[in-house]
Nanobody
Framework: QVQLVESGGGLVQPGGSLRLSCAAS????????MGWYRQAPGKQREPVAQ???????NYADSGKGRFTISRDMTKDTLYLQMNSLEPDDTAVYFC?????????WGQGTQVTVSS
């Protein structure tokens, strides 16, 4: 059972930045894919960004040019750098990992963009 723990959320003004972290209990090089989803109040969970074992990065249109997904394999940690944040980015952000078809989720971290 892989455990994922997110951190780094908080309240930020529009135009600000946050960096989310996701610490994994097992080596992230063993994961087929890792990434981030988010869920805003009253809305379905939606993908934000993904990174594959080989390092290929994919982004949802909502975050292209503003969000950057990265990882540090020495720390078994996944990151999401979010710049130029907008009120519509307000959501709970969830880290996930997929290994051999099994999906694991973190507990989520709240991001609120408001003046």
């Amino acid at each position: 059972q892989v455990q994922l723990v997110e951190s780094g959320g908080g309240l930020v003004q529009p135009g600000g930045s946050l960096r989310l972290s996701c610490a994994a209990s097992e080596a992230i090089f063993s994961m087929n894919t890792m990434g981030w989803y988010r869920q805003a109040p009253g809305k379905q969970r939606e993908p934000v960004a993904q990174i594959t074992t080989g390092g290929t990065r994919n982004y949802a249109d909502s975050g292209k040019g503003r969000f950057t997904i990265s990882r540090d394999m020495t720390k078994d940690t996944l990151y999401l750098q979010m710049n130029s944040l907008e009120p519509d980015d307000t959501a709970v952000y969830f880290c996930y990992a997929n290994r051999l078809g099994v999906h694991y989720w973190g507990q989520g971290t709240q991001v609120t963009v408001s003046s």
